[in-house]
């Protein structure tokens, strides 16, 4: 994960990555005013006040996000990060650039306010539970096939007995013959 702070002035981002201390300048191809008014409408759109969605979010203090909705600065990575692992149907680059959607899913109810609020752990239990189900199923199929082995297995020992007395019956009648 990205960690570092960001200086602000509109239209640019400057990154200092914690790793390696080098700058990285972003064009942001909006103002800031516009940054925050997408803010203040994902905040809302997801049933929250900025007290509450800070503690949605794990804060214990909401100023960070009180600037950000008053256009002051934009938020973090670190802030988009908390986002984005809380409300995973949040679209970053909707909030960051304005391009796309608010969420990534179309199944969102916006008129009743009822927002999918799945957290990451619980998506990635969902991903745990299927990928369980699929290896259960897997493993049932190579029980199934390791049966079926051996019965051809046993098939072929059959069948190379019989082939051996043939043989062997073959060889008699020959000695007799001869």
């Known amino acids: 994960m990205f960690r570092g702070y960001i200086e602000t002035t509109p239209q640019i981002y ?7 201390k080098k700058k990285v300048i972003i064009f942001m191809p909006s103002t800031n ?8 409408a994902l905040v809302k759109a997801l049933g929250h006040n900025i007290s509450s969605f800070a503690r949605a979010l794990g804060y214990e203090r909401s100023d960070k996000l009180y600037n950000i909705q008053k256009g002051k600065y934009y938020p973090s990575f670190e802030i988009l990060d ?31 306010g009822d927002v999918e609020k799945k957290s990451i752990e619980e998506h990635l239990l969902e991903l745990i539970k299927e990928k369980d189900a699929k290896i259960e199923e897997q493993a049932k199929q190579i029980g199934r096939l390791e049966a079926e082995n051996e019965i051809l297995k046993a098939e072929n020992n059959i069948l190379k007995k ?17």
């Open 162 to 178: 019989d082939a051996r007395s043939t043989d062997a019956g073959d060889a008699t009648s020959v000695a007799a013959v001869g």
């Open 33 to 40: 005013n516009s940054v925050s008014e997408r803010f203040d």
């Open 14 to 20: 400057k990154v200092v990555c914690n790793y390696t």
């Open 82 to 112: 908390d986002i984005t692992k809380n409300f995973v149907s949040v679209n970053a680059d909707w909030l960051i650039t304005g391009r796309g959607d608010m969420f990534l899913t179309s199944n969102q109810n916006m008129e009743s």
